[in-house]
């Protein structure tokens, strides 16, 4: 079998066996160095990581074909990809990067398996005399329109 279709076939038998665990990254470098970078539903814990660098490793021959393995949560700073990514981030603020480089910050108020939709808040000028006035609104994106989306780190 395939090296890389081994790696992807033991891996995936690791997430079967951990429903709460999804893959969010799986690369391979030139020099056959694997990082996986995995999410869950409650997060990752570094016993999570080591259970799945271990389902991959222990059942992989270093003498028939060399490489090295990092396995990894995905981090404040990865963009959300996956739909079980934006469920996890429901009701925080997430930064979103359209296909056509509008950017769109907003709070996370819905996820589907097609679109999210977040709660946009912004102050605009009155429409008769002076003065702002406060505006929620609902925008819904499609997941074919988003580039890049981040959440976004209040301290």
Request: hydrophobic residues 40%.
């Amino acid at each position: 079998m395939e090296f890389r279709k081994r790696i992807e076939e033991l891996l995936n038998e690791f997430l079967d066996s951990r429903e709460d665990l999804f893959l969010v990254d799986l690369k391979f470098s030139t020099g056959d160095d694997i990082t996986v970078i995995l999410d869950g539903d409650n997060g990752v814990t570094l016993q999570d990581c080591l259970d799945a660098s271990r389902a991959i490793e222990f059942n992989m021959d270093r003498e028939e074909h060399d490489f090295s393995l990092q396995v990894m949560s995905a981090g404040l700073s990865e963009p959300l990809s996956a739909p079980r990514q934006f469920k996890k981030n429901f009701g925080r603020e997430i930064e979103v990067l359209l296909n056509d480089a509008t950017k769109i910050e907003g709070e996370l108020a819905k996820v589907d398996d097609e679109k999210i939709t977040l709660i946009l808040r912004y102050r605009k000028p009155k429409e008769i005399g002076k003065g702002k006035v406060d505006v929620e609104e609902e925008k819904e994106i499609p997941y074919s329109e988003i580039k890049k989306a981040l959440v976004v780190i209040k301290f």
